[in-house]
């Protein structure tokens, strides 16, 4: 577990934006509270409540929230073959682990323990193991469709085609679609559409967005269509949902 060395961790809280910087450390950024938006280089992230957003190394990359928000990260040097740094979202909302490790980072960087690097060194070890799970080794066998998943991950809002997707990764459209499906036993349009209402249902949790907005900002153009999808994904309207947390 002594091969992964932290370097710099910390939690933003607030609405100021975080300025544009770099470092030669892959960073790991744990949205905990609100959602966030996210410009590393050329490409574009969103983040709420439950994500994980990767940094990868020398990458130029600035923060700003939507209204508040808090987000806890950390910046470590990890050896070739540990991590796959290319930049995306992983979603971990209701995951019982990470959100508590990523907490634990904080509490042991600011602990004063002489052996905190040590303890620190452990949670990133379990972070690290985490994420690597996450990936199916069917996926990891095949380059293209693992590119057009993070393409997915990372534009699933915007009104783009699947086959735009594939087209990208040098896939037809039926080909992406037959091994998405084998995969991860969903169609590309199901897990986008899924993706879309698992941010929708996270930023009904803030009392600040309103149906229209939430439905623009999670790429449903229609909002009596976003109404049902939801409906049906959940068994409950947007109201619904929002009377439940009260």
Known sequence: MNDLEPKFFGMYLG????????????ELVWQEEGCCRHWLGEQYFETAEGD????????????????EAVTLFSQFAYPPGRLDPTARVESYAGDRFVGRWFSELIEVGNCGDRNWREMMRGLLHSLVSRIAAKEPESECGNPALRKAKRLLDAHFTEERSIASFA??????????SAMFRETYGITPVAYVNSR??????????SPYPSLGEVASRCGFNDVNYFLRQFKRHFRCTPKEFIESLR
């Open 15 to 26: 609405t100021v934006p975080v300025k544009p910087h770099r470092h030669d450390t892959v």
């Open 52 to 67: 994980l957003l990767i940094v990868p190394p020398d990458t130029m990359h600035r923060q700003e929230s939507v209204g």
């Open 167 to 176: 087209r990208q990764c040098g896939l037809s459209h039926s080909h992406f």
């Open 196 to 205: 879309r209402l698992e941010l929708a249902r996270r930023l009904l949790c």
